[in-house]
């Protein structure tokens, strides 16, 4: 497993744990009729930044993979040569 898919995975799992945060901020906000503890208030900016670390990495991956080409098929119908007559 290289590094990429690693990270990937990573994320991945890093997301759940973000979402279930979350979910139980809202679970003890709604629940209580005073603020949660701040504990619960914080828990999810710690999975959110290493989302954000990951997220970047993912990003920009692909540019500097190696693998990038002049002519690849995203180029537009403009950048394609003509054949000649």
Known sequence: MNAGSWIRQFHRW????FTLTV??????MAL??????????YA??????????????????????????RHGPWRSAGDQKTPLA
């Open 23 to 28: 979910i139980a901020n809202f679970v003890a």
């Open 44 to 69: 999810p900016l710690l999975p959110l930044a290493l989302l954000l670390l990951t997220g970047l990495y993912l990003f920009v991956l692909p540019y500097f993979s190696g693998n990038l080409t």
């Open 14 to 17: 890093v997301s759940v744990i």
């Open 32 to 41: 209580g009729n005073h603020p949660p503890p701040p504990w619960v208030t």
